[in-house]
Nanobody, 124 residues
Framework: QVQLVESGGGLVQAGGSLRLSCAAS????????MGWFRQVPDKAREFVAA????????SYADFVKGRFTISRDNAKKKVYLQMDSLKPEDTAVYYC?????????????????WGRGTQVTVSS
């Protein structure tokens, strides 16, 4: 069992940066693949970024490529999402998720554990 807690969200102006953190408790994260998703009201949750168990493989949604960076520190049981050059359309609740497959996975249905989310608001 893994419990995930996101932090680092907030209000930022367009062009600014935020760093989201996901802290895990319970089992070690080292065998889990991790991902970040986001959701706005009345829309489905969408994939943002994912990272494999070792951190050597990553995947990004096209709309964040070159702006966001996912990373992990298995010793600290943390996953990060560095968000730069933020746009108003990045406004959403951001969720951290974990799955037992270990590899990079982009589909939400494949994830086993979810955090409660952290709000990111980007003003124009």
């Amino acid at each position: 069992q893994v419990q995930l807690v996101e932090s680092g969200g907030g209000l930022v102006q367009a062009g600014g940066s935020l760093r989201l953190s996901c802290a895990a408790s319970g089992r070690s994260l080292s065998s889990y693949g991790m991902g970040w998703f986001r959701q706005v009201p009345d829309k489905a949750r969408e994939f943002v970024a994912a990272i494999g168990w070792s951190g050597s493989t990553t995947s990004y949604a096209d709309f964040v490529k070159g702006r966001f960076t996912i990373s992990r520190d298995n010793a600290k049981k943390k996953v990060y999402l560095q968000m730069d050059s933020l746009k108003p359309e990045d406004t959403a609740v951001y969720y951290c998720a974990a799955h037992t497959l270990g590899v990079v996975v982009v589909t939400a249905a494949s994830y086993d554990y979810w955090g409660r989310g952290t709000q990111v608001t980007v003003s124009s």
